[in-house]
């Protein structure tokens, strides 16, 4: 056996007054819908006031003014050193090993 079941004041105020419930639910559907056209308003007239500026022409600086001194490789320290790893093959379809070659 089920328990009586209780309702909510504001669910039993809102079944009684079920137009009310559809008044709510129309007035936010239109305000929804307003918000959608304003938006889609505000969107036209900033894409209406976009302009192309072109890009400014650019001269590369002169990399003779930016010379690296000489570096002795045995002072350098392996803080300073890079690994590049390099590969003889790879593996695809399902494991096949590619070779690189």
């Known amino acids: 056996m089920q328990g009586k079941q209780e ?4 669910f039993l105020w809102l079944w009684e007054k079920w137009f009310v419930l ?3 639910l129309g007035a936010l559907t239109l305000v929804f819908i307003g ?5 889609d ?14 890009p400014r022409s650019y001269q590369p600086p002169d990399l003779k003014n930016y010379q690296a001194e ?3 490789l045995e002072k ?3 803080s300073r050193s890079l690994y590049v790893p390099c590969y003889s093959h790879i ?4 494991g096949s090993p590619f070779l690189l070659e």
């Open 35 to 39: 918000a959608a056209v304003y938006l």
């Open 76 to 78: 350098l320290t392996r």
């Open 22 to 24: 559809f008044l709510l």
């Open 41 to 54: 308003n505000r969107f036209t007239q900033v894409q209406n006031q976009l302009e192309y500026v072109p």
């Open 7 to 10: 309702y909510p004041d504001w």
């Open 91 to 94: 593996y695809y379809h399902g």
């Open 70 to 72: 000489k570096t002795d």
